[in-house]
């Protein structure tokens, strides 16, 4: 089992930028892919980033490209999102997700969330 706790939510401006940290405890966190998903109010939950155990590979979903960042560091059991330019369309619940298999949707292990909201 591992716990995943998110932080770095808050309300910006459209234009800012933020950090997003999810801190892992448990089992073996270099031994997970890593991902960020986001919810928005009567929306899906989608995957935004996702990170390989050795952070060799990354992926990122089409409306984030350019100008979101996920990265993660094994030492500190801890994977980030980086977020620039953000737009009012990037407000969401973001929740951070851990699984052995590299960028699933079905994740096995999720954080609680955090809320991100960017006004125009």
């Known amino acids: 089992q591992v716990q995943l706790v998110e932080s770095g939510g808050g309300l910006v401006q459209a234009g800012d930028s933020l950090r997003l940290s999810c801190a892992a405890s448990g089992r073996t966190f270099s031994s997970y892919a890593m991902a960020w998903f986001r919810q928005a109010p009567g929306k899906e939950r989608d995957i935004v980033a996702a990170?390989?155990?050795?952070?060799?590979?990354?992926y990122y979903t089409n409306s984030v490209k350019g100008r979101f960042t996920i990265s993660r560091d094994n030492a500190k059991d801890t994977v980030y999102l980086q977020m620039n330019s953000l737009k009012p369309e990037d407000t969401a619940v973001y929740y951070c997700a851990a699984d052995r298999m590299f960028r699933t949707v079905t994740p096995a292990h999720w954080g609680q969330g955090t809320q991100v909201t960017v006004s125009s």
């Open positions: 990170i390989s155990q050795s952070g060799g590979i990354t």
